[in-house]
Each structure stands twice: as C-alpha cells, then as structure tokens.
C-alpha cells in the first residue's frame, strides 16, 4: 500500500508538471531541454541540454507566472519561445554544475566583452550551434525598482531578441553576442537608455522608425553607440541608470529597432555577404 500511494503521489506530480506551459499563452513554448527536480518548487526553470545535443522536455511555469533565473542550453537545436520575466519573483536554487560546463563552451565571448552586464541573469539563452528567437515581457506589480537582466550568446547562430513592453519599474539589461551569426534586438517605445553596437566587420544596422528617434553619441567603423528615449542619459556603461543594451557579433551583422514597428528579414545578412564576396570575386578576375 505505501509502495502504491508513493507511485500514484509521482503520477500525480507529473500530471501537475505536464500542465505547465508557456507563460503567456499567446507565446510561443520555450525549446525541449532537461528538467532539474529540484527547482519543482520554483517558479523558475533550469534547463540543461545533454553534451550529445538531444533534449528532454522543458518544465516552463504555469501560465501567467512570471520566470527568474530562466537559463537554457542547446548544443545544435534552435531556441525559441516567449516568456514573462519579472527580476524579483522568485528565483530557482542555480544552475547545476553540467549546465555550467557546457555552457562555457557555448560561443566564449571576447575579454572586452565579458561579464559586461551586471547582476545575475533573469534570463540566460546560449546555444553552440543553434539560432536563438526569444520574445519577451518584463513585468512585475512590485512598486521597488529592478532590473531584468537578458544574456544570449551563440557561436555560429543568429540572435533575434524582441521585448515587446516592460512594466514602468522595471529596467532591462541586454547582454547579446554571437561569434559568427547575426544579432537583431527590437525593443519597446518605453526603453529608455544607452544601446551599444559593435560588429568587428562594421555592419550594423539602425532600423528606419528607431533610427528617426535616436540620438547618435559615438560612431566608429565598429561600433556605434545611441541613446533611446527622451529621459536617455547620456551615459555609457555600469553607471547608467537607465536601460541598457550590449551586442556584439564578431563577424555578423547587428540589428536595432522597435518592436511592432520595424521589419527584418534574416536572409538579408547572407544576401549581402555573399554579394559582397562576389563584388569581390569579379574585382580580382577584372584586375588579373
């Protein structure tokens, strides 16, 4: 009988567990990954993928939950979903010791660009290989001011970020880097703060209803850095009080617009590139 009650209690738990879904149920669900037991009792959830690149299915909170400490991990398949994140619900006990193996060897960012963002992450998307497609929400009643912070980093995939409103106190902190992949972040007509660009081959991008209301504080071939919002300071780096956003991608293209307004279309980065190599290709035939 006890061997019994004990079985139907863990048929019981998993049915709860299978209830859960996206946070939003006009999102999208967030990827398969693996489920650590221990954050059951958390509102958030940490997701592990195996050193092989297969994946289990993801435990994401019940609907209309807010998460933090949301952190997953793909080795080859893609990232995507939507999710609610909210910087002071609570947080999960941690990542677990594979999870931060692994990830350490999902796209090392350079020195310069490490650690830049500060606090622990709200949300934390790596993948090796995979492209990475998040939309999110930061919300939370809480009159006490926080900060959501958001890392992605890929090595050879694309990044698309697109938060669509965040709650009036609330900041957010992105934090996006990509070795070989291009970086598209779209943000809300409430961001108010400093958006640092930096692509080593000088291709990025201020997408047209954004760039009609940004003011440029420095431009070089590779890096751009604005400001967004009327209230912006002009201030760059840990001690803006405002929003923040840092994207880096070493050989990609770097995006930046407003959700809702601004359009891209992802093939356009490999268009380019492969326009550019033949322009380059038809120049040395036309000189030999």
């Given at each position: 009988m006890i061997v019994d009650h004990e079985e139907k209690s863990a048929r019981n738990?998993?049915?709860g567990l299978a209830?859960?879904?996206a946070p939003d149920r006009d999102f999208v669900p967030g990827p398969p990954a693996y489920f650590s037991a221990r954050d059951a009792s958390s509102s958030s959830a940490i997701v592990v993928?195996?050193?092989?690149?297969?994946?289990?299915p993801v435990v994401t909170p019940p609907s209309g939950v807010p998460t933090n400490g949301l952190s997953i991990f793909t080795v080859l398949e893609p990232i995507k979903g939507s999710w609610l994140l909210d910087p002071l619900a609570a947080q999960s006990s941690g990542p677990s010791i594979l999870q931060t193996i692994v990830q350490h060897r999902a796209g090392?960012?350079?020195?310069?660009?490490?650690?830049m963002t500060l606090g622990a992450p709200t949300a934390r998307l790596d993948s090796r290989h995979g492209n990475i497609s998040a939309v999110l929400r930061v919300v939370g009643e809480s009159p006490t001011p926080a900060t959501a912070t958001i890392r992605s980093t890929t090595r050879s995939g694309n990044i698309v970020l697109e938060l669509v409103s965040k709650s009036p106190t609330r900041t957010v902190n992105f934090d996006a880097y990509s070795r070989s992949g291009n970086i598209s972040l779209l943000i809300p007509r409430s961001f108010s703060g400093v958006v640092e660009l930096r692509a080593r081959n000088g291709d990025m991008e201020l997408l047209p209803a954004l760039a009609s209301s940004v003011r440029i504080v420095r431009a070089s071939d590779r890096e751009t850095v604005v400001l967004v919002g009327n209230n912006a300071l002009p201030q760059v780096g840990p001690t803006s009080t405002g929003d923040l956003a840092r994207?880096?991608?070493?050989?990609?293209?770097?995006?930046?617009?407003?959700s809702g307004e601004d359009v891209f279309n992802e093939s356009d980065g490999v268009i380019a590139k492969a326009s550019h190599l033949f322009q380059k290709l038809t120049t040395r035939s036309a000189s030999s």
């Open positions: 738990e998993k049915q209830e859960y879904g993928a195996s050193p092989s690149g297969s994946t289990l090392r960012r350079p020195r310069h660009v490490r650690n994207l880096c991608a070493r050989s990609g293209r770097v995006r930046l617009g407003f």
